[in-house]
């Protein structure tokens, strides 16, 4: 079965070594799994108009919803002429470092859902809740207006486009530490269901994302219902990458 791997590479590379990293991964030319790199914003377009078989993610987009004077910002619309049709959303570096609330990401998922962009959106509680058997609790808050958000669109337009969640525990994020394959089936199994209760039903997919590396990446996609992973920094190694799209 096909999974999907999205590389999030954050804020690094070159515009010269984003491209070398393209050239690598477009070097083989069909594999098992399906790539979705997540550049920087200032490369997407480029690149987007230069690697066609690849497939191109923002890491972000605005809250805003027509152009206007929000220096610094970029719309769906802008990465729509572009050729982009992917956004990461609320990913915990954006909640934690840029104060993103449930409100600001409702807004952003609205944004990408209006101009058929698909949403990642990540969710995920912070290691000290998960010792205190609390994270249900936080993970069911998150999730609760992220789905009144998409629900609210699914009545007004009757259907939506694809939607993808990231399931990202804080704690695992660039600690080397990751869940047990029980606990991730456990968690898997408590997001899955609040998805499914919702309008979403099962129009969805669910990855894992936090420190997936070679070493592990095979056991957490025989994990079940986990229909692939985001990876951060081992994502920065092309070749690294080139193994996972094989898995
Ligand atoms: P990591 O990052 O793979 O480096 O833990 C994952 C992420 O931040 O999405």
């Known amino acids: 079965m096909s999974r999907l791997i999205i590389a999030n590479h954050k804020m690094n590379f070159t515009l010269e070594e984003s491209f070398n990293y393209c050239v690598n991964i477009s070097k083989l030319g069909s594999h098992k799994n399906n790539?979705?790199?997540?550049?920087?914003?200032?490369y997407l377009a480029y690149l987007a108009n230069n690697f066609k078989s690849l497939t191109f993610c923002a890491q972000d987009v605005s809250r805003q919803k027509?152009?206007?004077?929000?220096?610094?910002e970029?719309?769906?619309e802008m990465i729509k002429s572009c050729g982009v049709n992917y956004a990461i959303i609320g990913h915990s570096e954006r909640r934690n470092l840029f104060f993103e609330t449930e409100d600001v990401i409702s807004q952003k998922i609205e944004n990408c859902l209006r101009f058929s962009i698909t949403?990642?959106?990540?969710?995920?509680?912070?290691r000290k809740l998960k010792q205190n058997d609390h994270y249900k609790e936080v993970l069911l808050t998150q999730l609760k207006s992220i789905?009144?958000?998409i629900s609210s669109i699914i009545s007004e337009k009757n259907s939506i486009a694809q939607v993808i969640f990231a399931y990202e525990p804080i704690w695992a994020i660039g600690t080397g530490i990751i869940p047990s394959e029980e606990e991730l089936l456990k968690t898997v199994d408590i997001i899955s269901s609040i998805i499914k209760s919702s309008a979403i039903a099962n129009n969805f997919k669910l990855v894992y994302g936090g420190s997936v590396g070679l070493d592990n990446i095979?056991?957490?996609?025989?994990v079940k219902n986990i229909d692939g992973v985001l990876v951060g920094r081992a994502s920065l190694n092309s070749e690294d990458v080139l193994h996972m799209l094989s898995v």
């Not at 790539?35 to 200032?42: D, E, K, R």
């Open 147 to 149: 789905l009144n958000c």
């Open 35 to 42: 790539l979705i790199l997540a550049v920087a914003a200032p």
């Open 119 to 126: 949403p990642i959106i990540c969710v995920g509680e912070i």
């Open 66 to 72: 027509v152009f206007g004077s929000y220096t610094g």
């Open 74 to 76: 970029y719309s769906c």
């Open 218 to 222: 095979e056991n957490i996609l025989n």
